[in-house]
């Protein structure tokens, strides 16, 4: 059986610099899961030291506290630094944008449109950041636009980082039909995109397609969503104990990839195991 990876996988550039920042500060904590890697996170607990606080209140005041990939609500950051001693921002700054965006829209007047998951933390700071708290509307789908009532005729857009541009498109074009103004903001990374192109083609030609990555991560989700329309036999795993030799039987080609907050050292390992499997 052939193993191959996909074009683009892995790590993108926000949880890179997140991870530096808490390998830099050692003996600290992250203000909720710096990125969605199990893993990853228990590696910095046990090589750096780096904990995790669930709460505000978990806060001392001589702490180190680092704010994760995926941000925070507005209020809550400005409660931490009055908590913590030090504050160290580890927000991607894909994420920033949305944050800023909206920040700016609901002051010009317009209603905030946000496509993506209400309950992910990277969609909960960036809806913080309006002005008028009761005009942000988040939606996933454009039959979730029909219980939305806007409180101005100006709508502005934009999308959690890790969505499908396809169902952006979708909503944006059902926007358009039925109101005079709105304002469109790609907020979609560059890597979401190359990381779910590269799934997309990969999958047209395995029979069996490994997703390594955590369950709760919004972008490996998507990847493995991509990969089950064209490869049925597509398996959603956070690393290698998960694998089971049966996914393999009478298969030619398996593709991997792996979510953005996936390390090398974990997709390794499931190499490793698919491998012992032959």
């Keep these: 059986m052939k193993i191959e990876l996909a074009s683009n996988y892995g790590f993108c550039f926000g949880v890179k610099r997140a991870i530096d920042i808490a390998q830099k500060y050692e003996n600290s904590a992250t203000m909720g899961p710096l ?3 199990q893993d990853e996170i228990n590696r910095l607990k ?3 030291n780096v904990g995790l606080y669930s709460n505000l209140s978990d806060v001392k005041p001589n702490d180190t506290v680092i704010i994760r ?4 609500p507005k209020n809550d950051l400005k409660e931490l630094k009055k908590s913590a001693k030090k504050v160290i ?3 991607c700054p894909f994420v920033t944008t ?6 700016n829209m609901s002051k010009e007047g317009y209603s905030i449109l946000i496509f993506g998951d209400l309950e992910h933390p990277e ?3 960036v809806m913080s950041y309006a002005a008028d ?4 509307h988040v939606v996933l789908s454009v039959k979730d636009l029909e219980k939305i009532i806007f409180k101005n005729k100006k709508i502005a857009c934009v999308a959690q980082t890790t969505k499908k541009k396809e169902c952006y498109l979708e909503i944006i074009n059902a926007l358009i039909l039925k109101n005079k103004e709105v304002r469109v903001f790609n907020t979609i990374c560059d890597a979401t995109f190359e990381n779910q192109d590269a799934a997309r083609e990969i999958s047209k030609k395995a029979d069996v397609m490994i997703v390594i990555g955590g369950k709760s991560s919004s972008n490996t989700k998507q990847l493995h969503s991509i990969c089950l329309e064209n490869c049925k036999d597509s398996h959603l795993i956070e690393n290698e104990t998960e694998l089971e030799n049966s996914w ?6 398996c593709g991997i990839t792996a979510g953005a907050s996936t390390p090398d050292w974990v997709i390794q390992k499931v190499i490793d195991k698919i491998e012992s499997f032959k």
């Excluded at 990939?69 to 925070?72: A, D, L, S």
């Design 46 to 48: 046990n090589d750096f």
């Design 133 to 136: 708290l009761e005009d942000v």
């Design 98 to 103: 949305p944050q800023n965006i909206v920040k």
């Design 69 to 72: 990939t995926h941000g925070i």
């Design 89 to 91: 921002n580890a927000t």
């Design 123 to 125: 969609v909960k700071g």
């Design 248 to 253: 393999f039987k009478n298969k030619e080609f």
């Design 35 to 37: 990125i969605h890697n």
